[in-house]
Nanobody, 122 residues
Framework: QVQLVESGGGLVQAGGSLRLSCAAS????????MGWFRQVPGKEREFVAC????????AYGNSVEGRFTINRDNAKNTVYLQMNSLKPEDTAVYYC???????????????WGQGTQVTVSS
């Protein structure tokens, strides 16, 4: 079992950048493919990005492609989400998740962090 803790959220102006981190404990992170999702109250959880166990394969949601970058440092047991050119519509709680398979589907992820709030002001 793995425990996940996100950090790095906050308030930023439109056009700015933030880097989220997801630190894992309990098991080696390289065991898992990782994903980032986001959720706004009253809406379904939205896929943002995912990365394979080795980091060699990534995928992005349409709304963030070209602006966000997911990467991982297995030696540090941490996954990152670099968010550039932020827009007000990126405002959400961002969650990282771990699973044995590389997938965009939230329901397939077994482990979740508690989330970190990102607010983008216009």
């Amino acid at each position: 079992q793995v425990q996940l803790v996100e950090s790095g959220g906050g308030l930023v102006q439109a056009g700015g950048s933030l880097r989220l981190s997801c630190a894992a404990s309990g098991r080696t992170l390289s065991t898992y493919a990782m994903g980032w999702f986001r959720q706004v109250p009253g809406k379904e959880r939205e896929f943002v990005a995912c990365i394979s166990r080795s980091g060699g394969t990534t995928a992005y949601g349409n709304s963030v492609e070209g602006r966000f970058t997911i990467n991982r440092d297995n030696a540090k047991n941490t996954v990152y989400l670099q968010m550039n050119s932020l827009k007000p519509e990126d405002t959400a709680v961002y969650y990282c998740a771990a699973d044995g398979t590389f997938t965009r589907v939230a329901e397939r992820y077994d482990y979740w962090g508690q989330g970190t709030q990102v607010t983008v002001s216009s």
